[in-house]
């Protein structure tokens, strides 16, 4: 795999026969390109002033127009030119999902029942003694987090002990 050195050579020690080898593998993971989407997002947007501004288009071509399908097409061309000035689109990347390679489907899954414990628990806590609740809640997340640090650190390991090896 020459495309995966970086830099080789023979150091002479001098000292006895024996001379040094290195050689320096490049050892980046290769990451996928980002796929690009278009989203619009209504969180910030005022209904008042989208309501006002519907109020003030002119519709009379759609609602005197006798073919249907003319007055459709009216009708979204409005709403569209509405909607996007209250929500314009934009466009954003999406992390690839292999972008994390120790997340593996072991630790998703650890990941995933320490949320949901600690969401049961926090609904079950609601009427309860709460220094009780928060000392469990606390005790229940670290020692999920524990699991899911000693995965992601054997990962990191087995990775750095696979670019040693070369």
């Known amino acids: 795999m020459p495309e995966d050195v970086s830099s080789c050579g023979v ?3 001098g000292a006895n026969d024996h001379d040094i080898i290195f050689v320096i593998i490049k050892t980046c993971l ?6 690009t989407i278009k989203i619009r997002s209504m969180k910030k947007m005022s209904s008042e002033d989208f309501i006002i501004d519907l109020s003030i288009q002119d519709w009379f071509e759609v609602l005197n127009t006798a073919d249907a399908s003319v007055a459709a097409e009216q009708f979204s061309e409005i709403m569209q030119r509405v909607i996007n000035f209250h929500a314009p689109q934009r466009e954003v990347q999406l992390k690839p999902l292999d972008s994390s390679p120790w997340l593996s489907n072991d630790v998703r899954e650890r990941m995933c029942t320490r949320d949901l414990e600690h969401r049961e628990l926090t609904m079950t806590c609601i009427g309860t003694c709460i220094v009780a609740c928060e000392t469990q809640l606390r005790m229940i997340f670290k ?3 524990n699991h ?3 995965i992601a650190s054997h990962w ?10 070369y």
């Open 143 to 145: 020692m999920q987090r």
């Open 148 to 150: 899911i640090m000693a």
């Open 156 to 165: 990191l390991f087995q990775v750095g002990r696979y670019s040693m090896n």
């Open 30 to 35: 290769q990451r996928q390109p980002r796929q």
């Open 11 to 13: 150091i002479n020690y």
